[in-house]
C-alpha cells in the first residue's frame, strides 16, 4: 500500500491523461493537468476515488489486477461531472509490489508516435478453447500453423500461467472488455522469455480473440510510465488485429476487384512493408492522397485501419481457393 504521501515521484506534467490509483481503493494519488481537465474539468481530483469520478459499475478485471492475475485492462466509463460525457480507459499495473495503478485516458489522445503496425501472433479461439485461426508472426511463438490449430489455448501457455488465464477468459466474458496478462509459452520452455497476452470478447462466450507480444525485457516500473502505457497500448492495437482475423473469418467474403487500380497499387505495397511516406514517394503522389485512397479501401473492405486491412488480406492469401 501506498502512504499518505503517495508514490515518490511527479505525473503532474505529463502531456498524457495519466492517472496513479492506489491499489486498495483506487484513490488517486497523483494527476496530470490533462487528466484533470477530462475527470473534474480541470480541478486537482488527488484524494477522490475513480468511482466517485467515473459513473456506472466499475471493472471486476480491477480485482484480478490487484491480485496479480492480469496486468492491466480497457473499459469505457461515463463521466458523472459530464452527462453525456464518457472516456475510455486503459488501466495498466506498475509492476510486481507496486503501490498504485496507472490509468490512461484515451479520449482525444494523439496518435502514437509510432505508426508502425505492432508485430504480433493473433488469432482466435472457440467455445471449448480450441485455436481455430491464426495469423501475423505466428510461427515463432506457437509453431507452424499446422501444430497450433486445433490445440487449446491452454496447451500452449506455460502450467504455472494457466489459472491467470482462465481467470482473464472468464472476466472477458463477464465484462466483455479486452484484458491483458503476462504469461510464459510452452515452446519456449522453463525460464525463457515473458509475452503480453492480451484478450477480446468474442460471441458466443467464452470464444475470445487474442494477441501474443513480446513484453520487451522485465517489467516497467513506474519510472518508466509512459513506455509501459506506451506498450500497453500497442498490445491493445494487436488485439484489435486479433479480433480483425476473427471476424474475417465469419464475415462474407468482399472481393478485391471492387478496388481500383491505383488502390490496388497502395494496398500491394503496404502488403509488402511500406508505410505511406515511401508509397507516396514511389507512386509520385501527396501523402494525403494516399492516406485518403486507403480510407476507400477501408470503407469497402469493412475494416478501420491498417492493421485490420493487413491481417484481413493475409489471411485471404493464406486461404485455398474455393
Request: net charge neutral; with cysteine.
Amino acid at each position: 500500500m501506498a502512504g499518505a504521501e503517495g508514490p515518490h515521484f511527479s505525473i503532474v506534467d505529463f502531456a498524457e491523461p495519466v492517472l496513479l490509483l492506489s491499489l486498495a481503493d483506487e484513490r488517486i494519488l497523483q494527476a496530470s493537468a490533462a487528466a484533470a481537465d477530462l475527470l473534474t474539468g480541470g480541478v486537482d481530483p488527488a484524494g477522490r476515488t475513480l468511482p466517485e469520478l467515473a459513473a456506472g459499475p466499475g471493472a471486476r478485471a480491477a480485482d484480478l489486477l490487484r491480485h496479480g492475475h492480469l496486468t492491466g485492462y480497457l473499459q469505457r466509463r461515463r463521466l458523472s461531472w459530464v452527462p453525456a460525457g464518457s472516456l475510455e480507459i486503459r488501466v495498466r499495473g506498475l509492476g510486481p509490489g507496486a503501490p498504485a495503478l496507472a490509468l490512461l485516458a484515451v479520449d482525444g489522445l494523439p496518435p502514437s508516435p509510432s505508426a508502425e503496425p505492432v508485430a504480433a501472433a493473433v488469432g482466435w479461439v472457440d467455445q471449448q478453447l480450441g485455436v481455430r485461426r491464426i495469423g501475423g508472426d505466428a510461427a515463432p511463438l506457437l509453431g507452424p500453423p499446422e501444430e497450433a490449430l486445433g490445440r487449446s489455448l491452454l496447451e500452449l501457455v506455460c502450467p504455472e500461467d494457466l489459472a491467470s488465464v482462465l481467470f482473464a477468459i472468464g472476466q472477458v466474458a463477464l465484462d466483455g472488455q479486452p484484458v491483458s496478462l503476462s504469461v510464459g509459452l510452452r515452446r519456449g520452455g522453463p525460464g525463457s522469455a515473458r509475452y503480453q497476452l492480451v484478450l477480446q470478447p468474442l460471441a458466443p462466450a467464452p470464444s475470445v480473440a487474442f494477441a501474443l507480444q513480446p513484453e520487451g525485457g522485465p517489467p516497467a516500473g513506474a519510472q518508466d510510465l509512459p513506455g509501459l502505457l506506451r506498450r500497453f497500448g500497442d498490445g491493445l492495437a494487436a488485439a484489435a488485429a486479433a479480433r480483425a482475423l476473427a471476424t474475417a473469418q465469419r464475415r462474407p467474403e468482399r472481393a478485391l476487384p471492387e478496388l481500383t487500380g491505383r488502390e490496388m497499387q497502395i494496398v500491394s505495397r503496404l502488403l509488402a512493408g511500406d508505410r505511406v511516406p515511401a508509397i507516396a514517394s514511389q507512386l509520385y503522389l501527396a501523402q494525403s492522397t494516399v492516406r485518403n485512397h486507403l480510407s476507400a479501401v477501408f470503407a469497402k473492405l469493412g475494416v478501420s485501419s491498417q492493421q485490420e486491412l493487413i491481417v484481413l488480406l493475409r489471411t485471404r492469401q493464406a486461404r485455398p481457393s474455393e
